[in-house]
């Protein structure tokens, strides 16, 4: 755990470098978008239920011809071993879903289940906390302290002839928020349970985190802003008292063997985009790979006595093709951008101080591996650090050097086709927001003075802000 000097998360955010209409912020980027093209020039114009399925439009045909291939293997179900499919058997035992799609619908969000619905593309991450020096390596290395008999996450299925750990139920209870002109919003606040474990009792200590699937645009351009122009953000000690202290995540880099930066994941957790999905098909479908050797099964869940689907069950191949298409798709363009509303909204947004941690720009290096991936300026809305959202946001889970407040400010480009591509989809890290305007009304800890200073807007205000995040 950090150590640092407690801040006061209620003071006022000072726009400090903060200037209004098109001047610019303290590190000269921009604050109102210039160009529609959020993702650079490799941008797409597509705004339906396949706005996040597009690969990158400056990218060659070759290349578009591997994107192909990685996206069969990422849509496509996995099956049991033995399989005549033997390119995609292996399958759990003990999983999540049986598809990369099953839990990034469209290539978009996941959602909380409904009614009666398994939690596919909704899962809870589990930890213990670190007591010894043994736990504390398994943080450095893995982030987190897995739990006895039931591992780092918590598989809500199985294969035929297997247990699935236990069931997660979700349950919801109303909150009234009420504005300063006496509009009013009911939240559904989520609460999460584990019921019928099949391999032993939790134990007290137990930490959880409900995690939703988030969308899978320009994965791959963030993955090559240089860390200098992230870094330059951090402010762990908020030296310059204007409430706001973002901070890098350090984590482990399973084929460099050393501690990077992190970038990925709700709480940047991960380093690449790679290691993201390699760790992705071992947690959420038990198929293991040259960067993730084991699954999430556990000594005494008998996953031993299941056949496999070879050593690795996902190949070097398909493990390049998947990590590919991962990297490779497309940030659909912004739309009605010049209209005065969405304009207006804008500056709301920069003058609330939501740019303090959604920085509007980023740019991409010249001398990338990826030409398509080099010298582009992107509109993410993201510093890609941590912030402290407050209690209500918390989920009492630390990973790697995130503390149980914290999670990694998400980039808001292609926000508004959000609902278009999955009509379920919700926001924040669990999807409880089913609008825009209910994940702002969850804000809190660094971000409470923008979230109040949203409920102190006039109602045309708060509609013009909400118009523009629909324009993203």
């Keep these: 755990m950090r150590h640092m000097p407690t801040l006061n998360r209620t003071l006022p955010?000072?726009?400090?470098g903060l200037t209004l209409g098109t001047q610019v912020l303290a590190s000269g980027e921009p604050s109102l978008q210039t160009d529609p093209r959020s993702g650079g020039e490799g941008s797409v114009k597509q705004f339906d239920h396949n706005a996040y399925s597009l690969p990158l439009g400056n990218m060659s045909m070759t290349k578009r011809l591997d994107f192909s291939v990685g996206n069969s293997f990422f849509r496509n179900p996995w099956v049991v071993a033995p399989a005549s499919t033997d390119a995609r058997d292996g399958l759990g035992p003990l999983i999540n879903t049986n598809s990369c799609q099953g839990c990034h619908i469209k290539d978009?969000?996941?959602?909380?289940?409904?009614?009666?619905?398994?939690?596919?593309?909704?899962?809870?991450?589990?930890?213990?906390?670190?007591?010894?020096?043994?736990?504390?390596?398994?943080?450095?290395?893995?982030?987190?302290?897995?739990?006895?008999?039931?591992?780092?996450?918590?598989?809500?299925?199985?294969?035929?002839?297997?247990?699935?750990?236990?069931?997660?139920?979700?349950?919801?209870?109303?909150?009234?928020?009420?504005?300063?002109?006496?509009h009013q919003v009911t939240l559904a606040v989520p609460t999460y349970h584990i019921e019928d474990p099949a391999y032993g009792d939790l134990p007290e200590t137990l930490l959880t985190s409900p995690r939703v699937a988030p969308p899978m645009i320009g994965l791959g351009l963030l993955e090559v802003v240089d860390e200098d122009q992230l870094l330059q953000w951090a402010d762990p000690d908020d030296s310059d008292a204007d409430g706001i202290s973002g901070r890098a995540n350090r984590v482990w880099d399973v084929r460099q063997q050393e501690t990077v930066l992190g970038r990925f994941g709700w709480k940047a957790g991960e380093p690449s985009v790679e290691q993201q999905s390699l760790h992705a098909f071992a947690g959420d479908m038990g198929l293991t790979s040259r960067?993730?050797?084991?699954?999430?099964?556990?000594?005494?869940?008998?996953?031993?006595?299941?056949?496999?689907?070879?050593?690795?069950?996902?190949?070097?191949?398909?493990?390049?093709?998947?990590?590919?298409?991962?990297?490779?798709?497309?940030?659909?363009?912004?739309?009605?951008?010049?209209?005065p509303a969405v304009q207006a909204g804008a500056r709301q947004f920069n003058e609330l101080g939501c740019a303090a941690c959604h920085r509007p720009s980023l740019t991409t290096p010249e001398d990338t591996a990826r030409p398509e991936l080099a010298g582009q300026t992107l509109w993410?809305?993201?510093?890609?650090?941590?912030?402290?959202?407050?209690?209500?946001?918390?989920?009492?889970?630390?990973e790697y050097q995130a503390d149980g407040n914290e999670w990694r400010t998400p980039p808001l480009w292609g926000i508004g086709l959000a609902q278009q591509v999955n009509p379920q989809a919700g926001f924040l890290h669990d999807g409880r927001a089913r609008t825009l305007e209910e994940a702002i009304l969850w804000h809190g800890g660094e971000a409470l003075t923008a979230r109040d200073r949203y409920r102190a807007l006039?109602?045309?205000?708060?509609?013009?802000?909400?118009?523009f995040l629909n324009s993203l």
Excluded: K
């Design 13 to 16: 955010v000072l726009l400090a």
């Design 108 to 182: 978009g969000r996941g959602h909380p289940p409904a009614d009666g619905e398994p939690p596919v593309s909704l899962f809870l991450r589990l930890s213990v906390p670190a007591t010894t020096a043994d736990d504390h390596e398994l943080v450095r290395r893995t982030g987190a302290v897995p739990v006895p008999h039931y591992g780092r996450q918590l598989q809500t299925a199985a294969i035929p002839g297997a247990t699935p750990e236990a069931d997660m139920v979700r349950s919801l209870s109303p909150r009234e928020i009420t504005f300063d002109d006496g």
């Design 291 to 339: 960067l993730a050797a084991a699954t999430d099964c556990m000594p005494g869940q008998g996953c031993e006595d299941f056949p496999d689907g070879g050593d690795p069950e996902v190949s070097d191949e398909v493990a390049d093709f998947v990590t590919f298409y991962a990297s490779s798709l497309a940030v659909p363009q912004r739309r009605n951008m010049q209209d």
């Design 380 to 398: 993410a809305y993201t510093d890609m650090l941590l912030h402290d959202m407050g209690p209500e946001l918390a989920d009492g889970r630390p």
């Design 458 to 467: 006039a109602q045309q205000e708060r509609a013009h802000l909400l118009e």
